[in-house]
Each structure stands twice: as structure tokens, then as C-alpha cells.
């Protein structure tokens, strides 16, 4: 699903465009296989059929609950970084989404985990000045890359404010 581009400011372009890295999938997929297995099992050792329809009600309600849902988090997650900001768009009913100019940016840091090592994924935080919280986006692919290049994007965007002047637009 690509950010749409009658969402960007004139002369705004995307420099990256990433999702939560694939191992948020990593729990949804067990519970897939564990409860399709035991419920399989279940539902064809039992031959009671009220039970069985009990059975098939558990079934769905955890394949919702702990795998569709999931996904769906997952898929409907995304992360832009264009040449002016960092965006953070979440949700399929109610979304919720996090705009950070560049030009408020002091510090762009990371963090990676033990297993973030392996499977290549981190945290980057995103340090603003002023009162405004900070951006920490989770689960980011290849964040050390990520956090160098939003670094230079901040370079950039930092010149291109500065060679425009004040009360000057450059779009």
C-alpha cells in the first residue's frame, strides 16, 4: 500500500516507505499453527455435536483475536520518510498517525535487541527540540541504516531551509 501522494507538501518526496519488520508475524503464525492443530484434534475426537460447535467458536475467536487482528496491525502499519519529515500511519478503522518535520529533529538514535541483532530490526527515536514528545517508531527493518540516512535526510533538509532564507519558500 503506497502513502498517496496528494498527502505530501509540494516538492516533498519519499525517500523511504517501510513497514513493521516481518517479525511481529513471528507469534501470530504459532498461535495459526497451534490452534488450527489442537482445535483440528479436538473438533474430530469429539462427537458431541453441541461441542463441537463450541469447539469451532473458540477456533474462530482466537484465529481473530490472536492472528487476523495482528496481521491486519501489521499490514495497515507504515512508516514514510520523505526529504521534509517522518510519518507514522497505523490502524484500518480508526487510524492514528505521527507527523516530524525534519526541521525539528536534534537527534536521531537507535535501539536493537538481542534477537533485533539476528533478524536485523530496532528502535528508532527520533529526538525533537522543544515540548514535543519525541518519535520512537518500533520494529523498524534494517534500523541502523535507516537511522543514518534519516540523519542525512535532516542534512539536507536543514541546507535547503537555510539556502531559501527567511520568509523564502524553495517549492
Known amino acids: 500500500?503506497?502513502?498517496?501522494?496528494?498527502?505530501?507538501?509540494?516538492g516533498?518526496?519519499?525517500?523511504?516507505?517501510?513497514?513493521?519488520?516481518?517479525?511481529a508475524l513471528i507469534m501470530p503464525a504459532i498461535w495459526l499453527i497451534i490452534v488450527v492443530?489442537?482445535?483440528s484434534w479436538?473438533?474430530?475426537?469429539?462427537?458431541?455435536?453441541?461441542?463441537?460447535?463450541?469447539?469451532?467458536?473458540?477456533?474462530?475467536?482466537?484465529?481473530?483475536?490472536?492472528?487476523?487482528?495482528?496481521?491486519?496491525?501489521?499490514?495497515?502499519?507504515?512508516?514514510?520518510?520523505?526529504n521534509r519529515r517522518v510519518i507514522v500511519?497505523?490502524?484500518?478503522?480508526t487510524r492514528k498517525g505521527k507527523d516530524m518535520p525534519l526541521s525539528k529533529v536534534v537527534n536521531v538514535s537507535f535501539e536493537v535487541p538481542g534477537l533485533g541483532r539476528i533478524l536485523n530490526y530496532g528502535r528508532l527515536i527520533i529526538q525533537t527540540a522543544g515540548d514535543d514528545s519525541d518519535l520512537i517508531v518500533d520494529d523498524v527493518p534494517n534500523v541502523e541504516a535507516i537511522q543514518r540516512d534519516v540523519y542525512?535526510?535532516?542534512?539536507?533538509?536543514d541546507l535547503r531551509r537555510r539556502q531559501s532564507g527567511p520568509g523564502v519558500t524553495s517549492d
Do not use: C, N
Open 1 to 10: 500500500m503506497a502513502y498517496p501522494a496528494k498527502l505530501l507538501a509540494t
Open 12 to 23: 516533498e518526496e519519499i525517500q523511504y516507505e517501510l513497514r513493521p519488520h516481518w517479525r
Open 37 to 39: 492443530f489442537a482445535g
Open 42 to 82: 479436538l473438533f474430530f475426537i469429539t462427537d458431541i455435536t453441541w461441542l463441537r460447535w463450541v469447539i469451532a467458536g473458540v477456533i474462530a475467536f482466537l484465529l481473530i483475536w490472536r492472528v487476523l487482528i495482528a496481521f491486519l496491525r501489521w499490514i495497515t502499519t507504515e512508516y514514510v520518510f520523505t
Open 89 to 93: 500511519r497505523s490502524g484500518l478503522i
Open 152 to 157: 542525512e535526510l535532516y542534512e539536507k533538509d
